[in-house]
């Protein structure tokens, strides 16, 4: 199994930053992708991100390109999302989540790992 664990989330103003982490312990050999996802109250989790964790391949929601960064470090095991010019619409609880070979980066169910989530507001 694969744990991931977020932090960095937080309360900001719109325009500002913030960068999230997320820790991964156990089994990461086996992880090919690690992904980002966001869900806003009374809204369904929906793709911010992802990162092939051999080569460093990403991927991004339409929403976020241009603002958001997905980066990692292998000799940490650990995946960042930083965060510029965030908007509003940005809040939400961010979930880190890992998964193998097969389905799709951009589905939440393909993903067998998840962390507890991390929140972002960011206010107006």
């Known amino acids: 199994q694969v744990q991931p664990v977020e932090s960095g989330g937080g309360l900001v103003q719109a325009g500002g930053s913030l960068r999230l982490s997320c820790a991964a312990s156990g089994r990461t050999s086996s992880t090919y992708i690690m992904g980002w996802f966001r869900q806003a109250p009374g809204k369904e989790r929906e793709f911010v991100a992802a990162i092939r964790w051999s080569e460093g391949r990403t991927y991004y929601a339409d929403s976020v390109k241009e603002r958001f960064t997905i980066s990692r470090d292998n000799a940490k095991n650990t995946v960042y999302l930083q965060m510029d010019s965030l908007k509003p619409e940005d809040t939400a609880i961010y979930y880190c989540?890992?998964?193998?070979?097969?389905?799709?980066?951009?589905?939440?169910?393909?993903?067998?790992?998840w962390g507890q989530g991390t929140q972002v507001t960011v206010s107006s």
């Open positions: 989540a890992a998964k193998g070979t097969g389905g799709s980066k951009y589905t939440s169910s393909d993903y067998a790992y």
